[in-house]
């Protein structure tokens, strides 16, 4: 539609610019012509041939006179002088003014020549009878002179007449000309004017959703520097994850109904735009823009509440917000867009699907950011990372069964830091990787300690399934410490299936081929776990504790604990239960058929000295520690069977 329209309007220009063109180029011709015809009425005007012809005639009978007068008193002298001047007179007519070949030329030629003739007469003057030859041999020439005299008069104002005609009829082509040349003009400067602005349009605004983008955004910022400026960041939550499971068409149309949420929600900012690929940004002005655009945040948030209708799917999504404000002065644009970013990430981190205002103690949060990200080779090396190790419960018997090891960094300086902080910025660093490999070989050292039968599962990111070195060193690490690869549980999230994919399976694949168990964690809280269970064979699920902990949708999250506990059965596989934190809600994953269970309940994160002191003290419980029947695999169950 819009290449249509645009290809019209190239078309019309080219059009327009041709006609232009071709009209100047009319006009300056005219011009010239106008100009030459204006130069042959001068000419006409100014080199009359009526006056030489005059002058010849009037010359002629002033001889004639003179001859006469010679007879009686009159001078000889006389005469000779109009001789003279006459010859003269003949001379200049007849060799530049008077084309030889005409009737006037002829005429004058003959008179020439026979007024050169005369000469010897008019020598032998005073002779009567030389005066006499003399008088007829010129009398026949003044009628046909007279004769010129007058055509040549009418002959000069017939032309200066059709100059004249000629020079109105090429005014008033110059008139039109001009006329449409101003038209036409005009019509290519009104195109060419609406295309700038229709440029200038595309240029400002989003090709996906129609409103404005980040070019116009910041124009928006930089030219309201002078007043109060609030602007709204906002990001969808998980969007990759969304657009990898339904396919870019899909994250197009989310874009696209979002962007029509954010115009109800901020009907009344100043800017709404869209920033980057899941990124908008608000913009609100004047005094009272900070409370406005609060305002505006919770109808966001309100908005995005109900699902998106996209390809006949009921998709759920999220967003985050992060605010910031600024008074008038320079660089208030640079300024707000760093603390709205600053004000996103503390969004995210606390959990996402909320807002938060930028203060400026956050500053000191993108600082501990940075230190924690510089911080973290060194870290490695001054053994300042240390695992903690949770008890994973089988519900039937209450006996630990595994732990999951949980990493921890006691910062020099910063002190404690949770994985829920730093984590994020080893992967956003690319540093995952690295403190991986920390982990699952600290990991299988501390299991080496534990009885064979307890496993330790470990959780893996996404940017760890990718290095090459995982593979290699999982197997040295299991090597180095003894520990069966069946004891080792790799953990990893859905997302990190999502957007590896291939790789990430061969890896997965690699790892289960080992001997080591793969399980899949936050189940239910992604977009495609069903799909992701028949894409890899997974051993375990544990199912998210965001079911047990929601208070608003307690039924729902039962219902879902239950639905998955039956699912996984079917599939044979081993299930996790989460966050269990309270007897109601043992008992509620209990009887939903969960085998396992994680959570305050059975013991929070425990360092390896106090998960062996946990064993023990079940092992002196009972006598003999039965086995978990639930931990066996697939395979193992399918060869107990046998
Ligand atoms: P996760 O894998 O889902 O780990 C479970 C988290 O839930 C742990 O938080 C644990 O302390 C907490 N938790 C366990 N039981 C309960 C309960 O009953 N109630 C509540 N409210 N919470 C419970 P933690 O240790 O802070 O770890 C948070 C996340 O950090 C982990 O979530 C995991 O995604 C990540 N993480 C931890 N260690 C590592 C690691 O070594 N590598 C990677 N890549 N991620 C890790
Ligand atoms: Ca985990
Ligand atoms: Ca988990």
Redesign the pocket.
């Known amino acids: 539609m819009f290449r249509r329209s645009a290809a019209r309007c190239r078309r019309l220009k080219l059009w327009l610019t041709v006609i232009t063109a071709v009209l100047a180029l009319a006009a300056v011709a005219s011009s010239l012509l106008a100009y030459t015809y204006q130069r042959r009425i001068m000419e006409a005007s100014r080199y009359n041939t009526t006056f030489d012809f005059g002058q010849t005639a009037a010359e002629l009978m002033r001889l004639q006179l003179a001859l006469e007068e010679s007879r009686g008193e009159g001078s000889i002298e006389e005469v000779r002088f109009r001789y003279a001047i006459l010859v003269n007179r003949l001379s200049i007519v007849t060799i530049n003014r008077v084309d030889p070949k005409s009737a006037q030329g002829k005429v004058l030629g003959s008179l020439q020549r026979e007024v050169l003739a005369l000469a010897p007469l008019i020598a032998q003057l005073p002779d009567p009878t030389m005066l006499t030859l003399t008088i007829d041999q010129l009398r026949p020439f003044v009628g046909p002179v007279l004769r010129l005299a007058g055509q040549a008069h009418s002959q000069a104002s017939n032309e200066i007449q059709s100059n004249q005609n000629w020079l109105i009829v090429i005014f008033a082509a110059i008139c039109c000309v001009t006329l449409s040349l101003v038209l036409f003009g005009a019509g290519l400067m009104v195109v060419v004017l609406r295309q700038n602005a229709h440029l200038d349009r595309i240029v400002r605004t989003d090709w996906l959703t129609g409103i404005a983008n980040r070019f116009a955004f910041s124009h928006a910022l930089r030219q309201g520097e002078g007043e109060d400026q609030t602007m709204i960041l906002l990001d969808v939550d998980h969007f990759k994850t969304l657009n990898d499971t339904f396919g870019h068409a899909a994250g197009d149309k989310l874009l696209i109904e979002l962007s029509q949420r954010l115009r109800w929600a901020c009907g009344d900012a100043a800017m709404i735009a869209r920033i980057g690929g899941d990124e908008f940004a608000v913009l609100y002005r004047g005094s009272d823009a900070e409370a406005r655009s609060i305002a505006c945040c919770e109808r966001i948030l309100e908005q995005v509440r109900s699902p998106f209708d996209i390809e006949d799917r009921q998709v759920r999504s999220h967003v985050t917000l992060g605010l910031s404000s600024g008074g008038a002065g320079l660089h208030q644009g640079t300024c707000l867009f760093k603390h709205a970013d600053i004000a996103l990430y503390e969004a995210k981190a606390a959990g996402r699907n909320r807002f938060v205002v930028f203060r400026p103690e956050m500053n000191q949060h993108l600082g501990r950011r940075q230190a924690l990200q510089n911080g973290m080779r060194e870290a490695i090396a001054r053994g300042e990372f240390f ?2 190790f ?1 008890p994973i419960v089988d519900l039937s018997t209450g006996l630990t069964c595994g732990f ?5 960094w006691q910062h020099h300086e910063l002190g404690l830091i ?3 902080e730093f ?1 994020p910025v ?2 956003e660093s690319g540093q ?1 990787a690295m ?2 490999l920390w ?1 699952i070989e600290e ?1 299988c050292r501390q299991a080496a300690r534990f009885p064979t039968e307890t496993f330790v599962a ?4 996404a940017d ?1 399934l990718v290095d090459p070195l995982l593979v290699q060193h999982t197997t040295a690490s299991l090597a180095r410490h003894g520990l069966e690869p069946e004891r080792l549980e790799i ?1 990893i ?1 859905e997302s990190t299936l999502i957007e590896n994919d291939e790789r990430a399976l061969a890896v997965l694949h690699a790892l289960r081929a080992m001997g080591c168990r793969i399980s899949l ?2 189940f239910g809280t992604g977009y495609a776990s069903l799909s992701y269970l028949r894409r890899f064979p997974f051993d375990k699920i ?1 199912i ?2 965001s079911f ?2 929601s208070r608003s949708h307690r039924e729902e999250g039962i219902a879902i604990i239950a639905g998955t506990c039956d699912l996984a059965r079917r599939l044979n596989l081993t299930i996790v239960a ?4 309270t007897e109601e ?1 043992r008992q509620i994953v209990a009887s939903a058929g969960s085998h396992q269970g ?4 059975f013991d ?2 425990l360092s390896p000295e106090a998960s062996l002191a946990r064993i023990e003290a079940e092992a002196r419980r009972t006598s003999a520690r039965p086995k978990p029947e639930r931990e066996q695999g697939p395979a193992e169950a399918l060869m107990a069977m046998i």
Do not use: C, F, M, W
């Open positions: 695992l903690l949770q999951e090891a949980l990493l921890r949770s994985p829920v984590i080893a992967e995952i403190v991986g982990v990991a470990v959780n893996v990111s760890q953990e999230t964690d936050d544990k998210d504790q047990l902990r989460e966050g269990v934190e809600h994680q959570g305050y309940l929070r994160p």
